[in-house]
T-cell receptor, first 115, second 113 residues
Framework: AQKITQTQPGMFVQEKEAVTLDCTYD???????LFWYKQPSSGEMIFLIY??????QNATEGRYSLNFQKARKSANLVISASQLGDSAMYFC????????????FGQGTELSVKP | SAVISQKPSRDICQRGTSLTIQCQVD?????MFWYRQQPGQSLTLIAT?????????ESGFVIDKFPISRPNLTFSTLTVSNMSPEDSSIYLC??????????FGPGTRLTVT
């Protein structure tokens, strides 16, 4: 069975500093994708970044990068130069390709950025 | 990415009633899903909305409680039937053209009293 684990219920970071949010996953399927979403208090889910299991390089999108360590089954999100607007819940999710694209989510990490 | 809208954005409903949530996409999409997020919890998949056929439900979710329609490639509805306070959640639809892209609608915040 597939599983996503986020072990940090809450994190604090100083404005302008970098922060790493942890995510480990478990699947026996070789073809999968890993996603990170941001959920502000409004409740919407904002797509941040995607990493495919066969991608050779770590994904980057602006201030977001995904530290993909396949052997360790980890897909940590790195946010550089944190901003006050980054305060939100962050969810790691996995999609196994032969299961029709549905997402399995971790429990989330609440990030608070301090001024 | 596709532009996704949901109606209503929020509602307060009485116990025992039903609510239908609409999800509209501005382009045709292959995949469409419905998720539930209970207060303080993560997202859980309710079902995959299949165009022109019955939805595929996840374990713990049944068609009688959460009937879903998907008449075409841009629209779907989720009904929450015979509601109880435990149904108070955010309900989100998501769409994708492939397994490596999935985008979410703004969500429907439901409170059952």
């Amino acid at each position: 069975a597939q599983k996503i684990t986020q072990t940090q219920p809450g994190m604090f970071v100083q404005e302008k500093e970098a922060v790493t949010l942890d995510c480990t996953y478990d699947t026996s399927d070789p073809s999968y994708g890993l996603f990170w979403y941001k959920q502000p208090s409004s409740g919407e889910m904002i797509f941040l970044i995607y990493q495919g299991s066969y991608d050779q390089q770590n994904a980057t999108e602006g201030r977001y990068s995904l530290n993909f360590q396949k052997a360790r089954k980890s897909a940590n999100l790195v946010i550089s130069a944190s901003q006050l607007g980054d305060s939100a819940m962050y969810f790691c999710a996995m999609s196994v390709y032969n299961q029709g694209g549905k997402l399995i989510f971790g429990q989330g990490t609440e990030l608070s950025v301090k001024p | 990415s596709a532009v996704i809208s949901q109606k209503p954005s929020r509602d307060i409903c009485q116990r025992g009633t039903s609510l239908t949530i609409q999800c509209q996409v501005d382009s045709q999409v292959t995949m469409m899903f419905w998720y539930r997020q209970q207060p303080g919890q993560s997202l859980t998949l309710i079902a995959t909305a299949n165009q022109g056929s019955e939805a595929t439900y996840e374990s713990g979710f049944v068609i009688d409680k959460f009937p879903i329609s998907r008449p075409n490639l841009t629209f779907s509805t989720l009904t929450v039937s015979n509601m109880s306070p435990e149904d108070s959640s955010i309900y989100l639809c998501s769409v994708g053209e492939s397994s490596y892209e999935q985008y979410f609608g703004p969500g429907t915040r439901l409170t059952v009293t």
